[in-house]
């Protein structure tokens, strides 16, 4: 990877100012363009969001609804119910939609959450540095050796089972640990830099140096593991919903609908595959999202 | 090195009391108790049952209590597995999840690296892109949906694997489980492996090797693969804490009577002492491994100072 960094062409490889800032946008854009498995991913992430908002208009069957007539009936046209029920007769096509809803929603609420964290915690620890640095970094490593689903399985336990957004802003809350490493990292390489040290002699305070000069900076690393931290917000969600300590009946999530097909796998195969290929598709979606924008953002590692 | 094992090893137990010590007093924070689900017990028989287990007393009281009996190996009973201690519940479920989590990471480590030093070996070949697209989908692929999976296609269509439960002694039980927890494990590896062993195999010592007419099997085996290996101790450890974690759904999808699903029922039925010693338990285990690993690295790594 250092060789390639080397024999990179003298282009804007690090935004510099203002005006660089601009070409490194537009060309991360255009880098990301070419990339096929970025835009398939994106297509996908946006078609299964419009899915899931409108999607559940078109069927003339209501998420909780027991359709009597028709329990555990395979994918099929005539009762409108296209991608079969369950044992209940509660149509799958509109269950999964919500659920996709649901881990969309929680996906993104969480990672909002443990974005601000994050950069909060991660600039002030590397850009103040000294003691107070190391005490909140090692705040953040104590959190980290214990694994992370022991955390938010004890935090479930505080709180109402059911009252999930409330769980997912804790989990959120607990997430920002490699968001803060990460940022840390940048932060203590951007103090060194010349125009930090131009701020500092013109007599910028701490706190507007950080809002104004590192956290701007710090915009590419943080996009691209903000794309990679959804996908693992939402595993955690649907982990939780499988475990039965997430979302409750009748709402339903991915990870809950899964459990379900598991158990009846044996005489109703698509109560599995159904919800399991909505969210193998949006995790890898997320995933290759990811990837393509950290080699667009940062064309030193392509 | 001593001193700087001796360090790490002393550094284990304040983050260990630590971690303990928070999650009692989180779990305590939490509405409901272990005894509120039965059909609404009379008062005085709720009372009764909570002074019986000193639920009673003051936190720090019970705080106090919890802890001498952790230093002498005692979990407190348990709420809801009535007639059951802690320790014996326990003690019955570890050995099968420690050995799924092994034998998970044994694995791992055995087929991950020799798949990422084929990859960088044969780098841009098609070899390389399938092991690469494999190692995407290992690692995108949630262990909850390929344990259920798995066990449709070769507990089910093929019938050549049970579908879920275990009898002692016999393996055959664990394949499936061992596999649906060490998938992501290898994709990482894999990953990892031909990551660093392209880095390594472009380096000066490489090269000179090379120029001195060594066989390029000699080249991979008494140079290269040692330093790329490097990245993967160092993920044992999170690897590890990986697996236990991992086993918490394994569990529950093959149906194997290990401690994972304890964490899980302790957390629904708030059963204070469970949760809190799979807490300690698995806390102990991730920490342990994670030490390991790092002691491994230094002792592979010549470069590792410590001053």
Redesign the interface.
Do not use: D, H, K
């Given at each position: 990877m250092t060789s390639a960094a080397t024999s990179a062409p003298a282009g804007p490889t690090v935004p510099a100012g203002q005006i660089i800032e601009r070409g490194l946008w537009s060309d991360a854009w255009r880098r990301l363009l070419r990339n096929r498995a970025s835009m398939v991913a994106l297509v996908w992430i946006v078609l299964v969001a419009l899915l899931a908002v409108a999607g559940p208009n078109f069927s003339p069957h209501p998420f909780d609804e027991l359709d009597w007539d028709h329990m555990g009936v395979p994918p099929q046209m005539e009762a409108a119910h296209w991608l079969g029920t369950d044992r209940l007769g509660r149509d799958l096509f509109v269950r999964t939609l919500y659920g996709v809803r649901i881990s969309l929603q929680i996906g993104l609420l969480a990672t909002l959450v443990s974005l601000l964290i994050g950069v909060a915690w991660g600039a002030t620890a590397g850009y103040v540095g000294g003691r107070i640095d190391n005490w909140m970094m090692r705040f953040v490593d104590v959190l980290y050796a214990l694994p992370y689903i022991f955390i938010v399985i004890i935090l479930s336990t505080l709180f109402e089972r059911g009252n999930i957004f409330v769980l997912f802003f804790a989990i959120g809350a607990v997430g920002w640990l490699t968001m803060a490493r990460i940022v840390r990292g940048q932060a203590l390489s951007l103090k060194r830099r010349e125009f930090i040290e131009a701020a500092i002699a013109s007599g910028v305070s701490t706190p507007a140096i950080l809002v104004r000069h590192i956290v701007p900076n710090l915009i590419g690393p943080v996009i691209i593991y903000v794309t990679l931290t959804i996908p693992q917000m939402i595993l955690f969600e649907s982990f939780l919903s499988f475990l039965g300590l997430g979302v409750q009946e009748p709402l339903a999530s991915l990870g809950s609908l899964i459990n379900e097909g598991a158990q009846e796998m044996e005489s109703a195969v698509w109560m599995l595959l159904v919800p399991a290929t909505f969210l193998v598709t949006l995790l890898m979606s997320f995933n290759f999202l990811g990837d393509g924008l950290r080699d667009a953002l940062d064309p030193r590692d392509a | 090195m001593l001193r700087y094992a001796l360090q790490r090893i002393s550094g284990v137990i304040p983050?260990l009391f630590?971690?303990i010590t928070a999650?009692f007093f989180?779990?305590r924070?939490?509405?409901g108790g272990p005894f509120d689900e039965e059909q609404t017990l009379p008062p005085e028989i709720k009372a009764n049952l909570e002074a019986a287990y000193g639920l009673d007393q003051p936190l720090l009281v019970q705080y106090g209590r919890y802890m001498r009996g952790l230093l002498a190996g005692d979990f407190g009973p348990s709420f809801k597995f009535k007639d059951f201690s802690v320790t014996e519940l326990i003690a019955q479920g570890l050995p099968i999840s420690l050995t799924i989590g092994l034998a998970a990471v044994f694995v791992a480590v055995l087929i991950g690296v020799p798949l990422g030093a084929l990859a960088a070996l044969r780098r841009n070949s098609a070899s390389d892109y399938g092991i690469m697209g494999f190692a995407?989908?290992g690692?995108?692929?949630?262990s909850?949906?390929i344990?259920?999976?798995f066990?449709?296609i070769f507990g089910?269509y093929l019938g050549v694997l049970p579908v879920a439960g275990y009898e002692t002694g016999q393996p055959k039980y664990l394949i499936l489980p061992v596999v649906t927890l060490a998938l992501p494990v290898i994709a990482y590896i894999a990953r990892l492996t031909r990551g660093s062993l392209l880095?390594v195999l472009?380096s000066n010592f490489v090269r000179t090797a090379r120029a001195k007419g060594l066989s390029p099997l000699r080249v991979l085996f008494r140079h290269a693969l040692r330093p790329a290996l490097l990245p993967v101790v160092s993920y044992l450890g999170p690897a590890t804490?990986?697996v236990?974690?991992g086993s918490?759904?394994i569990e529950?999808?093959f149906g194997l009577p290990g401690t994972g699903r304890y964490?899980?029922q302790g957390?629904?039925n708030?059963d204070y002492t469970l949760?809190m010693g799979m807490?300690v338990v698995?806390?102990a285990i991730?920490?342990l491994s994670?030490l390991i690993a790092d002691l491994l690295y230094g002792w592979l790594d010549p470069r590792v100072r410590y001053d």
């Open positions: - | 983050t630590v971690i999650s989180v779990i924070l939490a509405p995407v989908l690692i995108a692929l949630p909850f949906v344990g259920p999976l066990a449709l089910l880095e472009r804490a990986f236990v974690t918490l759904v529950s999808v964490l899980v957390a629904i708030r949760v807490i698995y806390g991730t920490l994670n």
